[in-house]
């Protein structure tokens, strides 16, 4: 067509690309344009459906260029692909004609997906660990709440540290615990101090008592002492266990409780040693105190003999745990007294009997010597009858 009728097509189909009627974009051209040539698949292919386009029609191919813009051959596509195509026309001039791809957004679509997946992920692995870092105080003071109400005279100190509240809190709960440790050893010192004084007046009684007359008055009143110097000697040994400044070292188990055992076998009390660990050979060590474990398990051995004449001790394992039991076939204990039992001079009715003596002391040292240890101690009713204590001590 001539050429004033080119330009005027040209025109009215910029407006409409303009207007998104259509999706090519035209432009004349004087010169051929300066691109270099690229061995780009899509551009080849292009020229050569221009070349057969000509060739099928009987005509000579005109010269053509052609280049590719944007990401053709990428996964991701930020921007749509589009071919550039340039013909030369009759009078010389060179029509140029840009055109988008039709391309597949699928890729583009998954590719965003993953992205977001990927961006969720860590900001859900950022933000627990934010939260978890953030909570850690909370758990650190509720678990330091829970070890204080269990065993308030061993409690340790809190770290003061995170958000301003939970140091506050913190702080608080450690100057609770400082004025609850400082009143219970002020309470241990009064004990402690009121019955080793009463030992003297005590003493000086039994010894005018040996004037007195008849016999038996006399000895009903000697009875009376040797039980009140016995109250005495069981109040100031429990006012010793609340605390102890015995370091803890690590104790082969096994061969400490085999030792126990000999001991009472040797001065007649039948006390049977069970040892139901797996792994006999090897030392089963534990960090306790020594003194204080072997009057814990002393009280419990004691009182199995004098309830039932004897006793068998078992060693066991559970986890991270070394646990001694002691069991006997003794008249056993009332389920609502097993927990009672271990209050300071409690006793449980039918032990009453001076056949047997005791203060009602005897568990509650024991339960306070397990607790100088890091121990737990309970006691439970066996089902054939008699009672087994356990204590369950961490292995080091």
Sequence with gaps: ????????????????????????????????????????????????HIHRIFENAGTQPPSAKARALGDVNGLIRVHLPSLELAVELSDGTWLQITTPYDVDDRALVWAQRAFLIVLALITITVVIWLVRRMTRPIDDLSRAVEEFGRHPEIAKPLREEGVREIRTAAHSFNRMRSQIQGNMEERSRIIAAMTHDLRTPLTKMQLRLERVEPAELRGKLQDAVFTMREMIEQGLEFARSLSSKEEMTRIDLRSFVQSMVDDYADVGKQVQFVDETEQKDSPLVVSARALCLKRCLDNLLSNACAYAGSAQLLLQTEKDLAVVSVCDQGPGIPEECLEQVFEPYFRVEHSRNRTFGGTGLGLAIARNMAVLNGADLTIENRPHGGLKAQLRLPTA
Excluded: C, F, N
């Design 1 to 48: 067509m001539p050429r004033s009728q080119r330009e005027a097509v040209v025109s009215r189909m910029s407006d409409a690309y303009e207007s998104g009627a259509i999706k090519e974009r035209l432009k004349l051209t004087q010169a051929a344009p300066d691109w270099s040539t690229e061995a780009d698949h899509e551009v080849s292919r292009q020229l050569s």
